[in-house]
C-alpha cells in the first residue's frame, strides 16, 4: 500500500520560500502521477500543481504560475514543491496525492482523481 508523507512546512515571511517533500513508502513512484493540494481555514481544497509518471508533463493553478516549481525524484521516490514568493494567500495546510496512471505523461489536479493522500503540512506566510 502507498503511504505518503509531506514535510517542509512552516512559517515564512511575504516574499519568502519554502520547498515542500513529498516521500512515498510502500509502493514506488514509478507508476503515479502526484498532485500537491492545499486547504485554507474555511475554504475547499483546491489543487496547487501535479506532475506527471515521466515529470514531463506539469501544471499550475493559475494563483500559484511563476511562483511554484513541481519536480520530481523517482529514485528518491519523493516529490518536491518548491514555493518562492510566498503571500500571505498561500497560507495553507498543503496535501501530496497519488493518483496511479497508465499513460505516462498526464497529470491533472483535479482532487476527485487521487485515491493516497498524505497527511499534510501546514505553510503559514506571515509577517
Known amino acids: 500500500q502507498l503511504q505518503l508523507v509531506e514535510s517542509g512546512g512552516g512559517l515564512v515571511q511575504p516574499g519568502g520560500s519554502l520547498r515542500l517533500s513529498c516521500a512515498a513508502s510502500g509502493l514506488t513512484l514509478d507508476y503515479y502521477a502526484i498532485g500537491w493540494f492545499r486547504q485554507a481555514p474555511w475554504k475547499e481544497r483546491e489543487g496547487v500543481s501535479c506532475?506527471?509518471?515521466?515529470?514531463?508533463?506539469?501544471n499550475y493553478a493559475d494563483p500559484v504560475k511563476g511562483r511554484f516549481t513541481i519536480s520530481r525524484d523517482n529514485a528518491k521516490n519523493t516529490v518536491y514543491l518548491q514555493m518562492n514568493s510566498l503571500k500571505p494567500e498561500d497560507t495553507a495546510i498543503y496535501y501530496c496525492?497519488?493518483?496511479?496512471?497508465?499513460?505516462?505523461?498526464?497529470?491533472?489536479?483535479?482532487?476527485?482523481?487521487?485515491?493516497?493522500w498524505g497527511q499534510g503540512t501546514q505553510v503559514t506566510v506571515s509577517s
Open positions: 506532475i506527471s509518471r515521466s515529470g514531463g508533463s506539469t
Open positions: 496525492a497519488a493518483v496511479e496512471y497508465y499513460t505516462t505523461n498526464y497529470c491533472t489536479i483535479e482532487h476527485a482523481a487521487f485515491g493516497s
